[in-house]
Every structure is written in structure tokens, then in C-alpha cells.
T-cell receptor
């Protein structure tokens, strides 16, 4: 079975400081990993994904994530946080082809960027 | 990329009334489609998914049902709503690149 954990319910960071939102996963094979962002009363928006290749993945709005197979982690990062980055962030995982047709989402981490 | 449409955007229904939420997809063909419910603005609960017309898989036994009458149309229904059905309902489509595209959501309040 596949699972994903976001250990922090909320992350607070000052504007201009670097941010990290943590995610760890568990799959039986090799993972597809995703980050999504949700603004209040809106649907989720895709930020970035890791399928294969370079462990550092760059995505929308200046976000990036690093795939670490030994630590089974896929942390989301940004060098300099903006107040507009304040939102709910979801990590998601899907086992490689042959696995489920569904993606498993984490419980979400609320990011608060303080001016 | 895909565009997911959902309606209505908000809905207030009495307990025991029926429900029909509609989702349509543009920009792709033969997608995998999903219905999620999000309670209290946090985690997503997968309710149903569909890999093709007329093919529905239920993840959570409850008084909701889903149908897929056309390739890019996905409907969530209930014959009698419960208070516990309140929540934010999201439709999503998964393309061949495994990215999920979400609709804007429907806020359902059951009174």
C-alpha cells in the first residue's frame, strides 16, 4: 500500500526567508511524487512532480522539491517566501505503473508567510 | 492542459433531499476521473474514481453514488442527504502524465 505523511500541520516563515514543507512517503515500488497548492475555497493546483531523472525538481512560482530515495522524502522548498505563498500545501504519491489508479494525498500543511 | 468545470459552486440543501453535482472536463480524452471530499479545509477523501464510461469504483461505502454517462462527464449523486455529507467536493482528472487537474469545487452545506 502507498502512503504519504506531512508531519507539520502548519509552518510559519517570515517573508523573504527560505521555506521548507516536509513530506515523506511509502510505496512498494518506485514512486511518482507530487506537490499541490490550495488557496481558500479553491481547487488544488499542480506545483511540480517527480517521475524520474534529476532529484531536484523545479516547478511553478519558484518552488522546487528534492527527491531523496534513502530518506523516502520529497520536501518542498523555496529560497525566498512571499506573503502570497500563504496557502495549504499537499504532497501526493502514486506507486509506479502497475500500482493503483489513484493518488494518495497527505493531510496538508498550512503555510503562513508573515510580512 | 485540462480544464475542469464543476457546478454549482455552492449549494445549501436540507437533510433528506437529493443531490446532483456535475463535473465536465475539457482538453483531454478518456481521462481517469475522481471525486474527492474535503472536510474542514484539510485532507482529501477519495470517494469515487472512474477509468472509463460506465466504470465506477467506490472507495468509501456511504449514501453517495457516482456515474459517468459520457467520456468527459462525471456526476456525484445522493438520494437522501445526511448532515455528514456537508463538505467541499472536488472533481479531478488525471492525464497520461499522472498529473491531476482539479475543478474549482462545490461547497455543500446540509442543514
Amino acid at each position: 500500500a502507498q502512503s504519504v505523511a506531512q508531519p507539520e500541520d502548519q509552518v510559519n516563515v517570515a517573508e523573504g526567508n527560505p521555506l521548507t514543507v516536509k513530506c515523506t512517503y511509502s510505496v512498494s515500488g518506485n514512486p511518482y511524487l507530487f506537490w499541490y497548492v490550495q488557496y481558500p475555497n479553491r481547487g488544488l493546483q499542480f506545483l511540480l512532480k517527480y517521475i524520474t531523472g534529476d532529484n531536484l525538481v523545479k516547478g511553478s512560482y519558484g518552488f522546487e522539491a528534492e527527491f531523496n530515495k534513502s530518506q523516502t522524502s520529497f520536501h518542498l522548498k523555496k529560497p525566498s517566501a512571499l506573503v502570497s505563498d500563504s496557502a495549504l500545501y499537499f504532497c501526493a504519491v502514486r506507486d509506479r505503473p502497475g500500482g493503483y489508479q489513484k493518488v494518495t494525498f497527505g493531510t496538508g500543511t498550512k503555510l503562513q508567510v508573515i510580512p | 492542459s485540462q480544464t475542469i468545470h464543476q457546478w454549482p459552486a455552492t449549494l445549501v440543501q436540507p437533510v433528506g433531499s437529493p443531490l446532483s453535482l456535475e463535473c465536465t472536463v475539457e482538453g483531454t480524452s478518456n481521462p481517469n476521473l475522481y471525486w474527492y471530499r474535503q472536510a474542514a479545509g484539510r485532507g482529501l477523501q477519495l470517494l469515487f474514481y472512474s477509468v472509463g464510461i460506465g466504470q465506477i469504483s467506490s472507495e468509501v461505502p456511504q449514501n453517495l453514488s457516482a456515474s459517468r454517462p459520457q467520456d468527459r462527464q462525471f456526476i456525484l449523486s445522493s438520494k437522501k442527504l445526511l448532515l455528514s455529507d456537508s463538505g467541499f467536493y472536488l472533481c479531478a482528472s488525471r492525464d497520461r502524465d499522472d498529473t491531476q487537474y482539479f475543478g474549482p469545487g462545490t461547497r455543500l452545506t446540509v442543514l
